[in-house]
């Protein structure tokens, strides 16, 4: 079965603060796909990131990193120096290659204070 | 359009009333989808149509759930006989591929039965 568990529901943190929120992911596929999606106060879910499971190599995209760790099944998300355009939710999410659908966390609540 | 439309934005129905909630996806996407999302919750996935063919329909909480995609473009799920237990945000997301690409989301469409 799989499952994407986000542990953390709510975090604060003061403006250029460095934050990271987990993600832990459960499957029994080699190949699969992770992902990160935005969700601000206006309800709309923004792509952020999609990772294959044969690519463990770090990624960086201006202040956005994301650490894939296959042998601890975690796909962590950092946001360097944040801002309070950052508040969100966020949501890490998986699926398998054989499927389309995605499994989504139940989400990490963000708020970053000026 | 340049994104994914949904209407209505927001639906009030009383309990027993047929729903119908409409989804534009991005021109020339092949897959759309449909996830349920609950207050203070990830969106669940609900159904998947690759062209006008809708190829899994796991998700759907009941026979009351019906969802079509006839000319392999514009989407509707009807929701059928609506309990309070379907009150929830209706997501819909289209993709340029089938397979486990990025799914550009809508802004949703807010039910609630009263």
């Known amino acids: 079965a799989q499952k994407v568990t986000q542990a953390q529901t709510e975090i604060s943190v003061v403006e250029k603060e460095d934050v990271t929120l987990d993600c832990v992911y459960e499957t029994r596929d080699t190949t699969y796909y992770l992902f990160w999606y935005k969700q601000p106060p206006s309800g709309e879910l923004v792509f952020l990131i999609r990772?294959?499971?044969?690519?463990?190599q770090n990624e960086i995209s201006g202040r956005y990193s994301w650490n894939f760790q296959k042998s601890t099944s975690s796909f962590n998300f950092t946001i360097t120096a944040s801002q309070v355009v950052d508040s969100a939710v966020y949501f890490c999410a998986l699926s398998e290659a054989h499927a389309s659908k995605i499994i989504f966390g139940s989400g990490t609540r963000l708020s970053i204070r000026p | 359009g340049a994104g994914v439309s949904q209407s209505p934005r927001y639906k009030v129905a009383k309990r027993g009333q047929d729903v119908a909630l409409r989804c534009d996806p991005i021109s020339g996407h092949v897959s759309l989808f449909w996830y349920q999302q609950a207050l203070g919750q990830g969106p669940e996935f609900l159904t998947y149509f690759q062209n006008e063919a809708q190829l899994d329909k796991s998700g759907l909480p009941s026979d009351r759930f019906f969802a079509e995609r006839p000319e392999g473009s514009v989407s509707t799920l009807k929701i059928q006989r609506t309990q309070q237990e379907d009150s929830a945000v209706y997501l819909c997301?289209?993709?340029?591929?089938?397979?486990?690409?990025?799914?550009?989301f809508g802004p949703g469409t807010r039910l609630t039965v009263t």
């Open positions: 997301a289209s993709s340029r591929r089938g397979g486990a690409y990025e799914q550009y």
């Open positions: 990772r294959n499971s044969f690519d463990e």
